[in-house]
C-alpha cells in the first residue's frame, strides 16, 4: 500500500460508508490501557494494536476499507 492510498475520512463520512452497506472494517489501534481507559468501540470492531499492524498485515483483509482509530 502506498502513501497516496491512505485517506483521512471524518467520524461522518465513515458512519456513512457503513450504513450504506461498504464493506468496512474497523480496526481499533489502541493499547490495551488505552482501551480500558475508554472502552468504547465501533460495532464489529477489530483490535489489533499499532505495534502488531506490520507483524499481522497478511492478516487484513484486501477488499475492504480498514478504517484505523
Known sequence: MAAQDIQRISPQALHARMTDGEAVV???????????????QLPNTRW??????VQQAHTLPRESLLALY
Open 26 to 40: 474497523p480496526i481499533d489501534v489502541r493499547t490495551t490501557d488505552a482501551r480500558l481507559f475508554l472502552p468504547v
Open 48 to 53: 489489533l494494536p499499532i505495534a502488531e499492524i
